[in-house]
């Protein structure tokens, strides 16, 4: 506040001294300005590093949210072994030991499934049977050597193939719920394949897409088009010892003739209403 002083007063040397009171205040008032600013400038500072530590808590907090507590698939329907041990996914999706087969019964499949599968370096047999597979995309597997794919029936000859395209070795290839062509059937005559089971659409001259099968010691096939006149080019192959054929359009007849020829090969005749799953 100014001092004001009486008129009697109003001498220079008391008009100096009240400047001076005066000057002295506006100088005192300006210094708690200063310090108030500074005051307010930390305070703002600090509001603002809070702020971000607060966003970026609740950034990760979203993400925690989304990525780990959010609904999975139950890993836990699928039964995985390790040195002939069943084991299965825990919780949190990590597994005990090492698997080396993954084998799944009437339960779903994602295609996040087949990708954690495919990321499991020890992972040498994939085996689904009675399961919806419709548009997964199994081509993901390429290091695994043994398949079995019994009763999915929603599978198409495009899924087949893209496996035989894409896996870099298959040594065992078991499926019979949908038919396979003479074309899928030279995709799967690049692999060293000595275990076969297919369903095929071939008739007597398309048997002989078989002889590229080099390796081939076991075939179970299911086909209504051959007859006995197809029967005579198993003679030939040789390291063939196991045939197992189920077909009403063969005969016991023919099945014996194939056997005085080859009476080392091993052949079972079986109608084919009596036809199991893989």
């Not at 192959?237 to 056997?259: A, F, P, R, V, Y």
Request: one cysteine or more.
């Amino acid at each position: 506040m100014r001092l004001t002083l009486p008129l009697p007063f109003f001498h220079p040397p008391f008009l100096a001294a009240v400047r001076l009171a005066n000057i002295t205040e506006t100088l005192y008032n300006f210094a708690n300005f200063e310090l108030f600013y500074v005051r307010e400038a930390k305070m703002m500072k600090r509001v603002w590093q809070c702020s971000l530590l607060l966003l970026v808590f609740g950034l990760f907090l979203v993400l925690f949210l989304f990525f780990w507590v959010a609904p999975k698939e139950n890993l836990s329907a699928y039964i995985l072994q390790a040195q002939g041990h069943s084991i299965v996914f825990n919780e949190s999706g990590s597994i005990w030991k090492h698997p080396t087969h993954f084998s799944c019964n009437s339960k779903t499949i994602t295609q996040r499934t087949i990708r954690r599968v495919a990321n499991m370096p020890h992972i040498y047999s994939f085996e689904v049977r009675n399961t919806d597979l419709a548009d997964i995309d199994m081509s993901e597997l390429r290091e695994i050597p043994h398949w079995l794919l019994g009763g999915n029936n929603n599978l198409t000859e495009k899924q087949i193939r893209d496996i035989a395209d894409n896996v870099i070795e298959i040594q065992s290839f078991h499926i019979n719920s949908i038919p396979l062509g003479k074309e899928t059937l030279v995709a799967f005559s690049r692999h060293p394949i000595y275990q076969l089971t297919i369903r095929a659409n071939l008739n007597d001259g398309d048997l002989s897409i078989f002889g590229d099968f080099k390796q081939l010691e076991f075939l179970r096939l299911f086909s209504q088009t051959i007859t006995d006149e197809g029967l005579d080019f198993f003679v030939s192959m040789e390291h063939l010892k196991t045939l197992i054929l189920h077909s009403d359009e063969i005969s016991q007849e023919g099945i014996e003739k194939l056997q005085s020829k080859r009476p080392d090969l091993r052949i079972t005749l079986t109608p084919w209403f009596e036809t199991p799953c893989c």
